[in-house]
């Protein structure tokens, strides 16, 4: 109370103040002016987090505190500690400290009706979790501008999708050839780096062109730069924020990021000229078709001016780890379950036979191969919670659930390990959604690009992820040709996948190794004209 009220009296204060220093010398004046300018965003800031936390106080903690000790609990817990908020608030909102700034959690009660809330915003969530106002942090400030990035994925790869069916099958055998080779006997390999080089090299062959897949500099960058900035911010959040605009220009991490950032810069920017002197020589025709991400970011855009560089890091980072990730996933609960290995190499071969190339028909039949990687999506989703938003106003919800301005929301406790939607949910059942869609009626509702509000792991609404079209057809086709042409198990002695959790973020053990081995296939796609 006493803070808000010497907060409320800033003003004031202001004048009093002035009157005082107009008696100082000149310097002192200059400085201390400095000293308040630069210290009222963070007044403010300041100021709005009380209002914050007053508003959110009608809600109860999962969490409260947050000292070391809590903080390991987190890492350690969050899926128990959201479940125990869930049980605390009786299925209703309630309030979980993630990296020391409260989130409201929402139950999956409320999907439907903030899906498309204008108002819960997904970008300004992004922007504010790292630090998009900081150089090396570039590539978050283009996902900002939702006019351009989105719309470039949403809109632009969505009417090519079709065509870049081809490119990636034509690649697939000679990417799995560069990262696996061919081998005769049983060898060790660490499965999230070879699917990461394969998924890496595969989406800059559809996103730059050809000449970029095999660029050592980019394809180290487009799967490092994720993981750095990760860090980055990581170690950024450690500080108190009215430190970071200082203390990030001297951070290691922060540093590393800004450097990738140049690197990135001097590849991008020579192929972005090469394309406008292209068309200007063309006498000003646009390329013939629109095929890659450079195209569809020129042709979103519309005349805005816009950095090429930081797009192209935005969607190298929302596809390769997150189809990777998913990918890495996938193949560890085949290893859990082989049985289904026989049965997805015999789907492949009549899929294939039947069109006679990969064509968007043949990876519609991939039906047992789609409800697999459906199921390992359900059964290990990346995010514990999902749909992360900012609420940029005050909002009400019919039920009368207040949502303050800047409250950062999230939905959990996840509606995909709920026993009511989806019976014995921690246990792996590979043909799930295939029974389901097999019903009458549901054919549409249970595929893996279909989100619902009971599947959430793409996301939900207005911000459903763009990509996931694009995504399902890498991986059929990556996970198609690996079954087909190698053998895969867990290292001797192993039976089940150790993946990690990180507080609310999961992924597929980056330690996990597998042995592979070069087979006949029971049919030689290589072999086989191509569409
Ligand atoms: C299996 C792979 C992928 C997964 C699991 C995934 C997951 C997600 C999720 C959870 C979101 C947020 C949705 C929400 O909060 O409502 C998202 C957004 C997004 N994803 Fe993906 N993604 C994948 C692949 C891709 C690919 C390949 C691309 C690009 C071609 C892409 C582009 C985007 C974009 C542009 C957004 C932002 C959408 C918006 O702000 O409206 N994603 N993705």
């Known amino acids: 109370m006493l803070v808000r009220n010497s907060l409320q009296c800033t003003p004031v204060a202001l004048y009093k103040m002035s009157e005082l220093l107009s008696n100082l010398p ?42 070391a000790a809590a903080k390991k609990h987190f890492l ?30 929402l139950p999956p009660k409320y999907v439907n009706e903030i899906k498309n809330e204008k108002d ?8 504010k979790e790292f630090h998009s106002a900081y150089p090396g942090f570039d590539a978050f400030s283009s996902a900002i501008n939702e006019t351009i990035f989105q719309d470039a994925v949403r809109t632009q790869l969505a009417q090519v999708l079709t065509l870049t069916i081809e490119p990636l099958a034509r690649e697939t055998p000679t990417t799995l050839n560069k990262v696996y080779g061919s081998t005769p006997d049983w060898k060790e390999t660490n499965l999230v780096s070879g699917l ?9 062959l559809v996103f ?16 490092m730069y994720t993981v750095d900035v990760f860090m980055a911010a990581e170690a950024l959040n450690s500080w108190p924020a009215m430190s970071r605009p200082i203390v990030h ?27 406008r002197a292209d068309i200007v020589a063309k006498g000003g025709k646009a390329r013939r078709r629109v ?23 935005s969607l190298a980072m929302a596809s390769i780890h997150t189809t990777t990730t998913t990918l890495g996933f996938t193949i560890s609960d085949l290893l859990e379950n082989p049985e289904y290995i026989d049965m997805l190499r015999e789907e492949i071969k009549e899929s294939y036979e039947q069109d006679g190339k990969w064509e968007k028909s043949t990876l519609f039949k991939l039906k047992l191969m789609d409800s697999c990687i459906k199921e390992s999506m359900r059964l290990h989703p990346m995010a514990a919670v999902n749909m992360p938003r900012a609420a940029v106003s005050d909002i009400t919800l019919s039920d009368g659930t207040f949502i303050p301005r800047n409250t950062n929301i999230s939905i959990g406790p996840l509606p995909m390990l709920d026993p009511e939607l989806f019976p014995e949910p921690y246990a792996y059942n590979g043909r799930r959604f295939l029974d389901l869609r097999n ?13 619902t509000s009971e599947f959430t792991v793409f996301g939900h609404g207005t911000h459903a992820c763009p990509g996931r079209f694009f995504a399902s057809n890498e991986m059929k086709l990556l996970l198609a040709h690996m079954l087909l042409y190698y053998d895969w198990k867990f290292p001797e002695g192993q039976e089940k996948a150790n993946h990690i959790i990180m507080g609310t973020r999961r992924g597929p053990n980056p330690k996990q190794k597998v042995m592979f081995k070069s087979r006949e296939p029971e049919i030689d796609i290589e072999k086989m004209p191509l569409a």
């Open 208 to 223: 730059l062109g050809e000449n970029f897949m095999d660029n050592a500099e980019w394809q180290e960058i487009s799967i």
């Open 120 to 127: 819960l915003n997904f970008a300004k969530f992004i922007g």
């Open 439 to 451: 019903a009458a009626g549901a054919e549409n509702k249970y595929q893996l690009v279909t989100t």
């Open 76 to 105: 350690e817990s969050a899926d128990q500690i959201i479940r125990d908020g869930s049980e605390l608030a009786k299925g209703n909102p309630f309030l979980m400290n993630e990296n020391a700034s409260p989130k409201l959690v």
């Open 196 to 204: 990461l080089k394969s998924v890496a090299r595969l989406t800059s």
């Open 26 to 67: 000149k310097f002192y004046i200059g400085l201390s002016l400095t000293v308040i300018t630069l210290s009222f965003p963070y007044i403010a800031s300041f100021y709005s987090s009380i209002r914050l936390s007053r508003a959110l106080s009608r809600y109860p903690w999962a969490n409260k505190t947050w000292d």
């Open 291 to 313: 095929l890659d991400s450079v195209d569809w970011f020129t042709a979103a855009a519309k005349g805005e001016t816009f950095d090429y560089t930081n797009a192209e890091l």
């Open 249 to 275: 220009w001297f951070l290691p991490q922060c540093r590393k990021i800004r450097s990738q950032v140049k690197t990135a810069k001097s590849l991008i920017r020579p192929e972005v000229e090469r394309r």
